[in-house]
Every structure is written in C-alpha cells, then in structure tokens.
C-alpha cells in the first residue's frame, strides 16, 4: 500500500458510463437499457467538456487513478475510451504510474475490444463475472456463462499486466462446501485481486420484490456468517488476504482507485450519475451529477457540467465520512486525523468498549482497526464510535 506521504497525493477521477445491454435483477446502480444506437461521439464530447470544467474548478491536480465505471464501460469502443483519457491529460497533469481500470462484462464479444482498450492507455480491467456456474449467473440475469468467464479471463490476463474479477456470494441455495470450490477456482484464476460480495436485496430492484413474497430465499444469518469466514479463511490460505471489507488482494496489488474513495482523499466524477469528492478553496464539496443519460448529455452541452447536488460537507460531515470508509480497510484509520477533521476526538470510553468485544484493535502507533470478529457488525461498530 501507498505510504502516507502519496496517499496525501492521490487523486483520482471517476467516469461513470451509465448503459447496459440489460438490467440485472439485484442491481440499484445507475445503469440505463437503450434499444437504440449510443451517439458515443456526442457523449465523448460531454465527456471532455465536463472534465475541462472540473479541472477549473479544481486545478493543479495530479491523476493517480482513473476509473471508468457503470453500467458497462465495455460497451463503449476503444476510441472513445481513448477521446475520455487523452481529455483527462490535456485538463490535469497524470501520473508517470497511473492507474486506468475499466469495469468489463465477461462476453466474448466485448473481450475482443481488451487490445483496443490497452492501446487507448487503460492498465488494468475488473471483470463482473459474479458466479462460476451457469444456474447462479442464469439467477443472477447474467448474460455470459461461467465458460465465457473463464474465457474472457484467460484474454485479460494476455492483455493486461493486472486484472480482477468479481463474485456475488451468499447467493440462494449456496452452501459452504460449493463457495470453498468455486472460490479457489476463482482464486486459480485471479492472479492478484478478487472482488467479493454478499448478495445484498435492494430497494426498488426486481430482487426486491421478489424477496418479499417469499419468493427468493438468501441464506439465514448464520449461514451468511459461515460464508463470509470461508471466504475469509480461504482467500487467507491462498495469499490474497482482505485489504477492504469485500476485497482481496497479493500486497501491493490493491485497487488504487477504491483506496481514493476509502481513505477520504478527493476524487473527481465524470459522467451521469457520477459522484465526486472535490476541495475547493479550502472546503470540502459532495458533487453528484444528473443520473438520467440524456439529461445529463443536455446539461453539459448547455452549461459545461451535470451537476445537481454541490453540497459543503462541514467538519463534522467529513470526519463522519472518513470513519465510515476508511474502517472499511483492514488498515484502519488514524484517529488524530479524525481529531483534525471533526475537532474532537473519538470517545476513549467507546474504544475501550469496543476492544473488550473484541470488534477493534488500536495498534501501538495508534492505528484504530476493525477486526475480522468485527467486519461483519461493521455498521454498528461505526455508529458506535460516530455518537
């Protein structure tokens, strides 16, 4: 990991491509189904006209870390991905190592594009694989099957010097015994960095509904905990230890972009429904962008930018949202910089609580960190230490 002085440094920028060829049924991000043809040309031209105008509101910026994110980025040709980064070098100084990751479905079809993507200057790809077996990617409205997969994972790898991919577990029907297997199969193939995700039900996603009739089952919570100690001790075994919560990865090969966001430092969105965390003058902005595709497209042709939420975080807001992220990381957080942020310290009453459960750890250079007893009551122990 990036020492203290670079992760002061780092900065990342954020693009959201927010199309899909469908919708997947536990999915809530900002993700659009269009039957008609992507005007990728009058998007990449949005694109750089809302990158130029935050890079004058937040200048003098070195790039660390990009990511294009969605929906799915793998849609997009190589030559627009290209006309998106050689627009973030011409507003912002980039990085001699920068990081350039782009999220990628597993098809055949869009594999053949992974030359074209490293040529446009991309590094590094993450791959939604999310199951390696044909009935859980079929429940799961995954329009590969685990072949593809395997498939589009071995080009990856002739690709790119990194890659990663993701799974959902916890999913219906799931046993121990079947996610220990598909596990070290994935780790087999992983190389260096795995994504790993409890299926979570979310509010206003087919899932949802069918959850509540009863319809979907998920495993019990203790099943749910067996799961995530498997995926814990396995993903342990095999050298690829949690560096976040859901993440795992070789040292030195954790996601550079995802540490932007967990550490607190300031990151730029691009795109519809983008999220960015930028300093101005001083003062800590929220910014999101307009989530619906075309609306965002006429915002930025006639103003410059998409933006609909620019709200100043105050000291309290900051220091709550670097607790709640940077916890996430096995790494912990510093309370001094907690101290600094908030202008008051964290309660040494509630600490000391807190270890005697054994939730947390406070290191001997004073380094607080959740234990792996405590990641899965990760919302209570922050909540805890936040009052």
Not at 147 to 170: C, T, W
Not at 238 to 243: E, M
Not at 287 to 302: D, G, H, Y
């Amino acid at each position: 990991m990036a020492n203290a002085a670079n992760q002061q440094e780092a900065f990342g920028v954020y693009v959201h491509w927010p199309f899909c060829l469908s919708k997947c049924p536990y999915c809530d991000f900002n993700s659009h189904v269009r039957h008609a043809a992507i005007d990728e040309d009058r998007f990449a031209r949005a694109f750089a006209r809302e990158i130029e105008t935050t890079a004058t509101r937040a200048p003098n910026r070195e790039v660390t870390s990009i990511f294009l994110g969605g929906g799915t980025p793998s849609l997009m040709r190589p030559q627009t991905v290209a006309a998106i980064l050689d627009a973030i070098g011409k507003h912002w100084r980039v990085a001699s190592d920068v990081e350039v990751t782009l999220e990628a479905n597993p098809t055949s079809v869009e594999a053949t594009r992974f030359a074209g993507y490293r040529a446009a200057g991309v590094n590094r790809v993450s791959l939604g694989v999310q199951a390696l077996d044909d009935a859980s990617l079929k429940m799961l409205g995954r329009l590969h099957s685990a072949r593809e997969a395997l498939d589009a994972v071995a080009i990856a790898r002739r690709s790119f010097e990194r890659y990663s991919f993701d799974l959902i577990y916890a999913r219906p029907d799931q046993t121990a015994d079947a996610w220990t297997s598909e596990l070290k199969l994935a780790i087999a193939e992983a190389a260096e960095h795995l994504s790993l995700y409890q299926l979570t039900i979310e509010e206003g996603t087919p899932f949802f509904g069918l959850h509540a009739a009863g319809k979907l089952k998920t495993p019990d919570e203790t099943l749910a905990r067996t799961l995530y100690d498997v995926t814990q001790d396995v993903c342990g075994q095999y050298g690829l230890n949690a560096y976040e919560i859901s993440n795992h990865a070789r040292g030195g090969a954790e996601c550079r972009h995802n540490l932007v966001y967990w550490r607190g430092q300031e990151y730029a969105g691009i795109g519809p429904g983008a999220h960015g965390r930028l300093d101005v003058d001083g003062v800590r902005h929220a910014i999101s962008t307009e989530k619906r595709p075309e609306a965002w497209l006429m915002r930025v042709e006639a103003n410059g930018h998409g933006v609909v939420v620019d709200d100043l975080l105050n000291s309290e807001e900051r220091a709550d949202e670097f607790l709640l992220m940077g916890l996430r990381l096995t790494e912990g957080i510093d309370p001094g910089r907690y101290l600094a942020l908030s202008g008051r310290p964290l309660d040494p009453r509630r600490i000391a609580l807190l270890r005697e459960e054994g939730a947390i750890v406070v290191d001997a250079d004073g380094r607080l960190r959740v234990t792996q007893a405590g990641f899965p009551v990760l919302d209570a122990v922050v909540a805890d230490l936040a009052a």
